[in-house]
């Protein structure tokens, strides 16, 4: 079993950078995969960014590309998502995923993931 909690979210302004932390703990699955998830109201869940806990391939959502970086620190069994140039259309909560099972390629499927976290609220006001 793997646990995840999610932390770093506050209100931001546009233009703003945030780093939120996924901390994980429990089993450890070495070719696991690390995601990143938004949700808002009346929307599907969003694909933001995902990373193998190797560090050797990440991938990013259209919506992120260029202002996101996902990374990991695995000695603190933590993962990190860096967000720069904040806008407002990234309001949501922000929820860490974690897929166990080696893949050869980065998922992006929210049903392609095992466990999850509660959730962190970003605010980006404009």
């Known amino acids: 079993q793997v646990q995840l909690a999610e932390s770093g979210g506050r209100v931001v302004r546009t233009g703003d950078s945030l780093t939120l932390s996924c901390v994980q703990s429990?089993?450890?699955?070495?070719?696991?995969?690390v995601a990143w998830f938004r949700q808002v109201p009346g929307k599907e869940r969003e694909f933001v960014a995902a990373?193998?806990?190797?560090?050797?391939?990440?991938s990013y959502g259209d919506s992120v590309k260029g202002r996101f970086t996902m990374s990991n620190d695995n000695a603190k069994m933590t993962a990190y998502l860096r967000m720069n140039s904040l806008k407002p259309e990234d309001t949501a909560v922000y929820y860490c995923?974690?897929?166990?099972?080696?893949?050869?390629?980065?998922?992006?499927?929210?049903?392609?993931?095992?466990?999850w976290g509660q959730g962190t609220q970003v605010t980006v006001s404009s």
């Open positions: 995923a974690y897929r166990k099972a080696f893949t050869t390629y980065l998922r992006q499927r929210q049903d392609e993931y095992d466990y």
């Open positions: 429990g089993q450890i699955f070495v070719g696991a995969s």
């Open positions: 990373i193998r806990r190797s560090g050797d391939l990440s």
